[in-house]
């Protein structure tokens, strides 16, 4: 069984940069494909981006294309999600999740994944 952990997140100003990190335990955490989301206060989770298990397939939601990349390095089962520009409506808990397989009609289902971290805060103040 896969676990994941999210770190990285923080406080910081309109316009920075901040990397946040999902590392995986378990066996074969480099078949996941894995996913980021995040939630806003009194909104629903959200889709940000998805990295496949052999980073050929990265894909992006429209809010955050251009600014934010996602990578992993699966020697140290570790997915990252690179946020630049940041802006205040960035704010909420970043979420990782994992699932082997997927599809490009589906990455953004929050119901594809069966794995998920626990959550890490972002705020962007202005």
């Known amino acids: 069984q896969v676990r994941l952990l999210e770190s990285g997140g923080g406080l910081v100003q309109a316009g920075a940069s901040l990397r946040l990190a999902c590392v995986g335990s378990?066996?074969?955490?480099?078949?996941?494909?894995v996913g980021w989301f995040r939630q806003a206060p009194g909104r629903e989770r959200e889709f940000v981006g998805v990295?496949?298990?052999?980073?050929?397939?990265?894909y992006y939601a429209d809010p955050v294309k251009g600014r934010f990349t996602i990578s992993r390095d699966n020697a140290k089962n570790t997915v990252y999600l690179q946020m630049n520009s940041l802006k205040p409506e960035d704010t909420g808990v970043y979420y990782c999740?994992?699932?082997?397989?997927?599809?490009?009609?589906?990455?953004?289902?929050?119901?594809?994944?069966?794995?998920w971290g626990q959550g890490t805060q972002v705020t962007v103040s202005s």
């Open positions: 378990g066996e074969s955490f480099d078949r996941f494909t």
């Open positions: 999740a994992a699932q082997i397989g997927g599809s490009r009609e589906t990455y953004s289902w929050r119901s594809t994944y069966r794995i």
């Open positions: 990295i496949d298990w052999s980073s050929q397939i990265t």
